[in-house]
């Protein structure tokens, strides 16, 4: 497993911060985040704006309509770098999504697991091996 070029492959396709939590010959587990656009967020707010009716950047606001369409851009996007990676390094692999929070709801942090074929790459784990 190429690790190096997993990681390029991550960052050509935004995902930012790349962070080795753990690095073994077969297996690879990575901190990352994907950071929203402005289209992203201005899309976000249109949909909050619309949806909710209370008033704008409320705490329902945010914690019902807001963050939530935040979470599924980056969980789709990052989603469907994880599953095109698997396909180009034959590798498996497991993420999480740390979900944002009306502090700081321009980037969403995930840890993934990446490992060859084979290996058992259970994320919950390996997670509680490193005490994450």
Do not use: H
């Not at 930012?16 to 985040?33: N, P, S, T």
């Not at 329902?60 to 969980?75: M, T």
């Not at 740390?98 to 784990?125: L, M, P, Q």
């Amino acid at each position: 497993m190429n690790k190096d070029k997993i990681i390029e492959y991550l960052e050509d396709n935004d995902l930012a911060e790349i962070e080795e939590i753990k690095v073994e010959e077969d297996l690879l587990v990575l901190r990352f985040f994907y950071d929203f656009d402005r289209d992203e967020l201005a899309a976000a707010k249109a949909y909050a704006n619309d949806e909710c009716k209370d008033e704008a950047e409320s705490e329902d606001w945010y914690e019902e309509y807001f963050l939530p369409y935040l979470n599924d851009i980056a969980i789709d996007n990052a989603g469907e770098v994880i599953e095109d990676l698997i396909e180009e390094f034959d590798v498996e692999a497991q993420y999480i999504a740390y979900e944002t929070d009306i502090d700081s709801y321009d980037y969403c942090e995930f840890i993934a697991v990446i490992c060859e074929e084979g290996r058992n790459c259970e994320i919950e784990e390996i997670l509680d091996e490193l005490e994450m």
